[in-house]
């Protein structure tokens, strides 16, 4: 199976990219959420070579970070050059980030969170799957994910 991505390797695991699940080869693969690793070795039938699971916690910026910032900075009653001074941040930066034109890197996200005792950050814990060698299988079935989706759904309950 090539990779849905770049079509140029063998797909070695599924991946989200963008909400959308494909199989990717290991450099495309780094873009995005592993959801599972494909068993290397060929071979036919058995059940899906299931699981061991790794948590790891992702940070990302919150939904509507530019409106939590505008209100916070609005509120302490800064400019954007008295805010970019107090900060160590260009003013034009800081504006871009404000009316999400551009997305903060996490760097001034966390200084931003100091500064305004704002969350900005979100920790996001994901559940990445390696298969176990054993039954040979290659590609990864409906099945297979649904059942991974069920295990990660039962695990969060």
């Known amino acids: 199976m090539d990779c849905e991505v770049c079509g140029k390797r063998e797909a070695v695991a599924l991946v989200s990219l963008e909400g959308a699940k494909l199989s990717l080869c290991g450099s495309c693969a780094r873009s ?6 494909f068993n290397s070795e060929s071979g036919t039938g058995g059940p899906a070579p299931l699981v061991s699971r790794r948590v790891r916690n992702e940070e990302d910026i919150v939904d509507g970070y530019g409106k939590l910032l505008k209100s916070a900075r609005e509120k302490a009653g800064l400019t954007f050059e008295q805010l970019g001074l107090k900060i160590a941040e260009k003013a034009n930066y800081l504006e871009h980030v404000e009316k999400e034109k551009a997305l903060p890197t996490l760097d001034l ?3 931003l969170e100091k500064f305004f005792k704002i969350r900005l950050v979100e920790t996001e814990s994901s559940v990445q799957t390696e298969a176990q060698a054993g039954y040979g299988k290659k590609e990864l079935t409906l099945m297979d994910v649904a059942l991974i989706e069920r295990k990660g759904d039962k695990k969060k309950k």
């Open 32 to 37: 995005g959420k592993v959801l599972y690793f």
């Open 109 to 111: 996200a966390r200084k």
